[in-house]
């Protein structure tokens, strides 16, 4: 496992500093909230892990959802591709 002050040594140390070089992420050093030192995005501040968590719970929490807009999706494009009809 890499230390996380090296894996983090390209990026600005401070959320000001991100803002004014145009970059992605920033890395203090210091643990969030919830305890993950951890790169943080310049946009909203929060923590990569603590980013992963939430998007990872979204996705258990809204399972149902998911599966009936992808079933939808998949109904609309089946219809497109019989009316469209051959290419050639």
Do not use: W
């Amino acid at each position: 496992m890499t230390d996380k002050t090296e894996e983090a040594g390209s990026v600005p140390a401070s959320r000001i500093e991100a803002i004014d070089t145009g970059a992605m992420h920033f890395f203090t050093g210091r643990p969030c909230v919830h305890g993950h030192v951890e790169k943080r995005y310049t946009t909203s501040g929060e923590c990569v892990e603590c980013s992963r968590i939430r998007a990872r719970d979204a996705a258990r929490r809204d399972a149902d959802k998911i599966k009936e807009k992808r079933r939808q999706a998949l109904d609309a494009q089946r219809l497109n591709s019989s009316e469209r009809g051959p290419y050639a």
